[in-house]
T-cell receptor, first 116, second 113 residues
Framework: GAVVSQHPSWVICKSGTSVKIECRSL??????MFWYRQFPKQSLMLMAT?????????EQGVEKDKFLINHASLTLSTLTVTSAHPEDSSFYIC????????????FGSGTQLSVL | GESVGLHLPTLSVQEGDNSIINCAYS??????FIWYKQESGKGPQFIID?????DKRQGQRVTVLLNKTVKHLSLQIAATQPGDSAVYFC????????????FGSGTRLQVQP
């Protein structure tokens, strides 16, 4: 099956620093990647949609200057949490849509971010 | 925004029993539905999907039922095993999957040995 690699799986950082999370599709080309955030005991909430080669589309209430998304190739999207604060601590999950099988969305294993 | 103190509904079953997890969706335009399993600290894992032109689909030990009239989806797990313990989410999509999935609130399944 298709594999999406998300890295790092967990990260602890100091308040005010920036953290980059990578999402790679290993055996397929992903024209679209989605970034979700999940707080404890809650569902996944869509943050933004990124299309290869174009600017990301952010959901209402998600600050685009704080959550920088880059999707420079068909296999890699990155989410950078800039000037992270404790309230940004969450589980971040990416998903990628296979260009050749657009209905199928494949999920990364998630990144647990803890901001001290 | 974030809901403080939100707890997932929990379904507790005995090992070997059948489990039924329910989900209500709100968008009548949704035409594609998926069930995911999420274990602690991991990303969602695909279980089974169904299109709106079907009302039932079976997989290995799992069955998804779709009732479009009342916008209800259920996941049935036969002979539930301890390894089935996880949080289960339904997700919906429309327009042939061109958009992001919208996830339901989730149900925690606890299997008692």
């Amino acid at each position: 099956g298709a594999v999406v690699s998300q890295h790092p799986s967990w990260v602890i950082c100091k308040s005010g620093t920036s953290v980059k999370i990578e999402c790679r599709s290993l055996d397929f080309q992903a024209t679209t990647m989605f970034w979700y955030r999940q707080f404890p005991k809650q569902s996944l909430m869509l943050m933004a949609t990124s299309n290869e080669g174009s600017k990301a589309t952010y959901e209402q209430g998600v600050e685009k200057d704080k959550f920088l998304i880059n999707h420079a190739s068909l296999t890699l999207s990155t989410l950078t949490v800039t000037s992270a604060h404790p309230e940004d601590s969450s589980f971040y999950i990416c998903s990628a849509r296979d260009r050749d099988r657009p209905e199928k969305l494949f999920f990364g294993s998630g990144t647990q971010l803890s901001v001290l | 925004g974030e809901s403080v103190g939100l707890h997932l509904p929990t379904l507790s079953v005995q090992e070997g029993d059948n489990s039924i997890i329910n989900c209500a969706y709100s968008n009548s335009a949704s035409d594609y539905f998926i069930w995911y399993k999420q274990e602690s600290g991991k990303g969602p894992q695909f279980i089974i999907d169904i299109r709106s032109n079907m009302d039932k689909r079976q997989g290995q030990r799992v069955t998804v039922l779709l009732n479009k009239t009342v916008k209800h989806l259920s996941l049935q797990i036969a002979a539930t095993q301890p390894g089935d313990s996880a949080v289960y989410f339904c997700a919906e999509n429309r327009s042939a999957g061109r958009r992001a999935l919208t996830f339901g609130s989730g149900t925690r399944l606890q299997v008692q040995p």
